[in-house]
């Protein structure tokens, strides 16, 4: 089990709701995919006309499956190319390149129950999570919070006898977030997936009700906020200079100009576009470095972070 | 002796009750309560005294003024036999403080671990003497009340070296036989835990 | 590749254990520079390397099957060896799964696999020739193996496993089968956290080389397993040198003399592997032992001189640390005559394809 990256065929695409496209993928080879552990994602590589996008999407696949991986995307409105392609230019028989999978959100197994709440698409990596207690007979309860149209299209996909409980904002049909935190047992894990804005809202209230850092868990795949004032960067090794603008991230910019620059969750999570910083003062927003890192002013992570004030030089 | 070179030396502080947990459980080891102490957790629980339970184990039978409800268990196994009866459990956003000597902190935090307790809603604070458990890496056996740095153990009689390589599951300290290489050298005992 | 195994060697008592001269050439020996350096020195584990022993995932060599017959012996006299916290059983089958289609693969004269399907719920047969072991089993569910997955299938293979479960940003040591350490204690460190296991290793933790080696490992991908190479020295050829059986082999340091150290002292290097496991998340970290004595090592001048410079220049505390006190001086008069004080090149590969026989 050695190898980095995998050649893909869409073997089925279906439209599951008006934004939703639910891909099955195998290897164009015929071969067996690696296996993939609850909460793991897929990173492709969209060669789009303009740049090649490389979006990470949840496997919703059963953990462990080699004959496919399974993915929903969802159409993002002001989509940055990806979703917009996977919706209208992919098509069965295509193949995709994608990295081996990555888990940036697994369970944490030593829990003694395991609540989940998501917003929405966010609840593609509980469908994995959902699988995997289904066969360990993990205590577990998922909270699904999304517009009443959605529970028909996500229904299908929940295992039988999973623990789910659909919310949507109509009166005796909101999630009391603060109530549902203050009711649990010691040695409960908490999950998040879905809206920068929900996500934000459930870490507080987790933390407001008293519960420890280490067992709040959040999936910060695209979520985080990547946009803000458009700035200047020079990349100083290959001597490019690429203007930032206010809604696409330095590390789009970076791509865009043609420059490789290693990445994986896209979201300030995973440490992998950690670049050094010559010059600049850097906005950090990322989830990875630490605060003597993030005060050193040595390093950036491009797919989320952004710069302060001026012009940011890097070492790229 | 209780700061180490050795990284797996836990590092212990004075309790701070954490405002936003909902319930708060001090559990003391009461022949190491002196006055002064129970006067520090009076102005440090302070604040969360409505919230707080306190459990006394053992020690002295007035204790004077005190913040929260006090509780008195006879011993370590009455904590134990406590932590998993409480009758409706224990929640996440509980904390709970443990004031001892070492063998005591570890014994009620390993206790906390099989009822759910993660490590960030416990604190240990460190009080009394220095005497350690020590655990035979030949026999497995532990032997209790150790006070000198070379020890026989209460398993298989070996004279164990205590290293300060800790456990915290074991709640004990590593000891290896000091004479294996060039065995019946054994050097003098010195009373360093006491 | 066809093995011819030495199956009656042994690794205790009268210790018969030797090195053909083909064992001897593959051998990991650990220096590339004359100077002792301490590093992470990590890099990819792939197919390739400068000597043999480092171009399959698992190797399996000469000893194979003494080796799990002294193995067995250990587990025997203390089952605490193995362990695994009760969180670890989807790591479990991931050992197994990655360790039979490993052997499979790369030794398919000597082990094969066959699966009904991939899927847990799957009937699979493993056939492991050397050992005459033929077992069908269903991949999944632990009551169809006489024992546990990981204890079943470490129990067939060379070197220690240990188990790291990833969570809270930490990685913690939740499941091991250990019988060939140095000097370490799985009972004891079962469940500790990376930096607690590693808490008595001297002069690494101020030089902030644990710190970075864990953020590292937090983001170690799946298919992308990394190696890197560990070194002490152990009298006779013992793989258990424990701390439990400590009493029986520390007496051992103070037996050697100028005449039996080139027989008796022998370099013990571990290739740890460090492998992410696909349905569990959690690391897989396999410590596999090679031995050689120095009599065999000076078969190969490069090393016999490398040997002889590096030991030179140990710091003390690793000295300490190493349990090299009671005999360094007598290792380095005796590998002096071995180091001709020529310039030797950088690397650790032999520089010779045959051995001058003796």
New interface residues.
Partial sequence: MIGDTLLLRVDAATAIAPTLRHLRLVAADGGKLPPASAGAHVQLSLKAAARTHRNAYSLVSRPGARDAYEIIVRRVEASRGGSAFIHEQLAVGDTVEAAWPGNLFPPVRTARHQLMVAGGIGITPFLSYLAEFGLSGASHALHVCCRPDEREVFAPWLPEGANVDFHWDADGHRLDIPALLAAQQAGTHLYVCGPAAMNDAVIAAARDAGWPDSHVHCEHFGTALSGGEAFRAFLARSGIEVSVGEDESLLEAIERAGVAAPCLCRGGACGVCATPLLEGDAEHRDHFLSPTERESGRLIMPCVSRARSGRLVLDL | MMIS?????PIYRDLAP?P???GHLLVVEGETLTPALLAAFASAFGPVAPRLHIWLVGGPQDVGAHPGRLWRLGSLADVEDSLSCASR???????LYVSGTEPFLWRVAEAAGH???????IQLHHAGSLRRRV?C??C?SITDDVTTHIADCAGCG?HLLV????????GAF?G??VD????GQVPAREEVFA | MTLAFKPDETFRGDYTYRNSDAAILRFPFPFPEDRYMYSVNIEPHTRSGPTDVFRRPFDVDEHYIAECRDKAITLERDPSRCQALPHMMLAQWDTLELLMESLAADYPAHFALIKEGDDFGSRWTWINRPLGIEQSFIFGNPDTLPCEPFEYITRQAQGDFAICDQRDNNLFMDAGMVTSQADWSLAFDVGMSFMEWHGPVPLAHQAGVFERALKFLLMLRLGQPMRRLNWTMTINPRLDTSPESYPEWGPDRASLTPDNIGRKLHLRVELQTLWRLPRSNAILFPIRCYLASLDELARVPKWGARLHRVLSTLPPELVDYKGLTRFLPTALDWLAAHDDGRELPIGIEPGIATLTPR
Avoid: C, N, Y
Wanted: no cysteine; charged share 30%.
């Fill in positions: 070179d050795i990284k797996s030396r954490e936003t947990a909902s459990g224990f929640g996440i956003g509980d904390r009822v759910g307790f993660a490590s960030g809603q655990w890496t030949h497995h070996r290293r300060d390589h800790f456990s915290r599951r074991l590593m290896v036989m294996a290489e060039a065995p």
